[in-house]
Structure formats: C-alpha cells, structure tokens
C-alpha cells in the first residue's frame, strides 16, 4: 500500500554519504524515487487575497535511493561534485552562485527556518514532487 503525502524520517546516518530512511517498497519506494530532507517552514500568506500559498520549508538535501528495502530504503546525495583533474595546479570547479535580485530592501522578510543544516537522525524527509 503507497502512502501519499507521508513525512518519514532520517533513521540511520552510515557514512557522509549514506543515510537510512524508514520508507521502502511498502511505500511505493523504487530505485527511481527521489526524496528531500527538510525542516518546515512557516506558511506564506498572499498580502492581497489572504490565501495561504504553502510553507516555505528549508531543504537540507535531496536525496536518491541507492538501495531499496520494504520498509527502508539507503539513500545517496542527489547532487555530485566535481573536481578537477589536476589540484596541484589550484584548479578548482565551483558551484555557480545565484546573481542577486533588484529588489527593494525593505520588502526583504526572510522567512525559511533558521536551522544548522546538519542532517540528523530524526530529520524529516518526503519524496519530492
């Protein structure tokens, strides 16, 4: 049976690049799916219409499944990174950096949640959209 919507939890850290979710193929978790560990945010209200968009929650990673399990599944960084052939030489890949919005100061709220970002036993973690 697939749960929808379910929040399950970061249940084992292996290594810095392995961690352990309670979710598995009792939840419809294949090797194709792709989870985000997350802290939720605060709701966002439109200031015309009042209506509550969603909450602005803090992603601490996505994730994709290495290995699957019924109930578990072992899950690697989404993300890669690069590196360059050649360190001795000071080459280096970066990620690029967003170039900042012209925006006006004083309509600058903020709003995720303050967090370490540290992924932790008991994080919550979805599968994302």
């Known amino acids: 049976?697939?749960?929808?919507n379910h929040v399950f939890r970061v249940?084992?850290?292996?290594?810095?690049?392995?961690?352990?979710?309670?979710?598995g193929?009792?939840?419809?978790?294949?090797?194709s799916t792709?989870?985000?560990?997350?802290?939720?945010?605060?709701?966002i209200i439109d200031p015309?219409?009042?209506?509550?968009?969603?909450?602005?929650?803090?992603?601490?990673?996505?994730?994709k499944v290495k290995d699957v399990f019924e109930r578990m599944c072992v899950c690697v960084n989404a993300d890669s990174v690069s590196f360059?052939?050649?360190?001795?030489?000071?080459?280096g890949v970066f990620a690029p950096h967003p170039k900042r919005l012209n925006v006006k100061?004083?309509?600058?709220?903020?709003?995720?949640p303050e967090d370490s970002?540290?992924?932790e036993v008991g994080d919550k973690v979805r599968k994302s959209i």
């Not at 193929?25 to 090797?31: C, F, K, Q």
């Not at 100061?105 to 995720?112: P, Q, V, Y």
Request: proline share 3%; glycine share 10%; charged share 25%.
């Open 48 to 63: 015309e219409t009042k209506e509550t968009l969603g909450n602005l929650d803090l992603i601490k990673a996505r994730l």
């Open 84 to 91: 360059a052939s050649s360190l001795s030489e000071g080459i």
């Open 11 to 23: 249940v084992k850290i292996i290594s810095d690049t392995e961690i352990v979710i309670n979710a």
């Open 105 to 112: 100061a004083t309509d600058i709220s903020g709003g995720l």
């Open 1 to 4: 049976m697939q749960k929808t």
């Open 25 to 31: 193929t009792a939840d419809g978790v294949d090797r």
């Open 34 to 43: 792709q989870f985000e560990i997350f802290v939720p945010g605060k709701p």
């Open 117 to 119: 970002g540290l992924i």
